[in-house]
């Protein structure tokens, strides 16, 4: 029997398949007519065990603008987790209901368990402060659909880079194209985590570490800001303190690049002032938009429709 094709780390697929993805959520954006009816007959079940707006959402809007149907949970509460069930019988179950999975669990590692009990492919929408792989392709495409390009690129991440699982992510992603240089920008509470920038050093890929966005802004390409992430800290004081930490207003945006691309997976607390919005550099709505399309694409590879 073949195995299911899975996206549980978003180094998965090689560069190859990417570019697949890719070039079909470009055709979904160009042709959305041709699309509707593909995954017709199909059902992608969303288990959600933590809060989401953007990426349950934009999962269920991929799979019925592709023509298929979605059931599932929006809360932990809601299911039988709530009673005691396993995740390994949760995920037994829901393959017998639906032909695809995508779930979002706090738990790190939760997705590779998930897989050694899923029969239909799943996909990881985040687990705990680990991995994020389906923002990341929505990351990549944003940057893919503005500057034509991965490689070459100063990438800035800015805010909690600790517990940020998008920044893992698309570091761990980023990190294969030629002359990408990271610059993180964090608290040193809140720094890379250690086995990331270990990779990289293994890898021979530039980094540096500041704390000053001011002090690095006018060189970078892309940056990603990230919202500190309240829900993972062990007590509220640490929380409230580094709350703030960075905050992008147009001041700051006066030193940056002129095409510069600003980011954010959203959802935003502070981090970013509202007066930005309307900044030509601010991609991050485009980003939402690109989440669906991309979101479309992986549906589809992963059903082989
Ligand atoms: N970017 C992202 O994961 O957003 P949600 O938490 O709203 O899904």
Redesign the pocket.
């Known amino acids: 029997m073949l195995k299911n094709r899975n996206l549980v780390d978003p180094m998965d697929f090689t560069e190859e398949e990417l570019d697949e993805v890719f070039s079909l959520a470009e055709s979904i954006i160009d042709h959305p007519e041709a699309y509707v009816h593909k995954c017709e007959g199909k059902i992608l079940a969303t288990l959600f065990f ?9 999962f269920e809007s991929a799979m019925l603008r592709l023509g298929g149907r979605v059931l599932g949970f929006s809360e932990a509460d809601s299911s039988s987790a709530a009673k005691g069930e396993s995740l390994a019988d949760t995920i037994r179950t829901v393959s017998q209901y639906s032909d695809i999975i995508a779930m ?1 669990h706090p738990r790190e590692g939760s997705a590779t368990l998930a897989t050694q009990h899923a029969s239909v492919p799943f996909i990881n ?2 687990d705990g402060g680990h991995h ?1 792989p389906t ?1 990341t392709l ?1 990351d990549l495409l944003t940057i893919r659909r503005i500057k034509h390009r991965f490689d070459h690129l100063n990438i800035g991440l800015c805010g909690d880079l600790k517990f940020g699982r ?1 920044t893992h992510s698309l570091t761990k992603a980023m990190a294969r194209y030629a002359n990408v240089h990271f610059t993180f920008i964090s608290p040193e509470e809140l720094r890379v985590p250690e086995y990331i920038r270990y990779n990289l050093s293994q890898k021979d890929v530039p980094y540096q570490e500041v704390e000053r966005l001011e002090s690095v802004i006018g060189n970078l390409d892309v940056l990603y800001m990230t919202r500190v992430q309240k829900e993972r800290f062990f007590n509220e004081e640490d929380y409230v303190r580094l709350k703030d930490s960075y905050i992008l207003d147009r001041e700051k945006l006066r030193h940056a690049k002129d095409d510069l691309t600003v980011l954010h ?3 935003r607390v502070n981090e970013i002032a509202v007066e930005v919005d309307d900044d030509p550099r601010a991609c991050y709505f485009e980003q939402v938009r690109y ?1 669906v399309f991309a979101r479309m694409a992986l549906i589809m590879k992963l059903l082989g429709v």
């Open positions: 933590e809060p989401s707006t953007r990426t349950r959402l934009s979002r929408a985040g994020h923002q929505t998008t997976p959203l959802p989440g």
